[in-house]
């Protein structure tokens, strides 16, 4: 019997394995922008180009927002399209704007009591943001219409390299960990980095960026398995459900995983 509940057991962890996760290129598109944000479901495109956030429809047509007192756009988040925040870290400000591309509002942090040294930001729930707090090293999740933290995570022992999040979950990718909170701020796992430098995400699913190649994990998986790609310059890479899109700074490569 215990032989059998074995081998039941090693044929479940091979069906639930994968070695690896195969990509077939769409097509690809000529592009020659700063950087790419997000592209969604419904071909809106989110995209930098001289300091200037653009929101192209899939007819062309476009809007856009920028505020060059602020300095350079550190990083744009469009999880929530109707509450989008663009980062700016060399004033230590967030701006937050509406499917239009209008303000609706300003998060300063030099004026916040206590004072916070924000060198990441990503969007939480309701009017929440993540945000990784430098002095204190740590992560913290802040309602931007109460100024008030809602939580503040342990702090963390190595430098911080990305952060992604959703409704949900975030995830803290460090020089020696990956960390994943819930929104209640509780760390509900803990992966050792093994080189991994970037981090994208989309339904739960996660890819990361190791030298030149990427590598996928399923949200329901602790496995982190290659991508099976031909040889890219991997300036900026997307996820958005099963497509993946990878921009060379010349273009921009569409491809179907298959995700089991």
Known sequence: MRHLIYIYFLFSMLL???????AT?????????????????????????????????????????????????TT?????????????????????????????????FNTIHPYKNISHVSTGFDNTLWVFNMDFQQLELFDYKTNKTRFSAVPVQSEVLDLVSDYNYC??????YLYQYNYFGSMISKIENTGFTKITKSNGHLIFKKEDHLYFKHKKKEDIVPINLPKLLINQFLLTNETLY???????HKYQLKIN
Do not use: C
Request: charged letters at 25%; a negative charge; aromatic letters at 14%.
């Open 16 to 22: 639930n394995s994968q070695e690896s996760i195969d």
């Open 246 to 252: 990878i921009y060379d700074l010349k273009k921009l």
């Open 171 to 176: 995830w803290l990718l460090t020089k020696k």
């Open 25 to 73: 290129l769409i097509k690809s598109t000529d592009l020659k922008i700063d950087q790419i944000i997000a592209l969604d479901n419904f071909e809106t495109f989110y995209y930098l180009q001289h300091n200037t956030i653009y929101k192209q429809d899939k007819n062309g047509t476009s809007i856009n927002y920028s505020n060059y007192q602020l300095g350079e756009i």
């Open 76 to 108: 744009a988040n469009t999880f929530n399209p109707l509450k989008i925040n663009l980062f700016y870290q060399d004033f230590n400000m967030v701006v937050i704007l509406d499917n239009r591309l209008a303000e609706i509002f300003k998060i300063d």
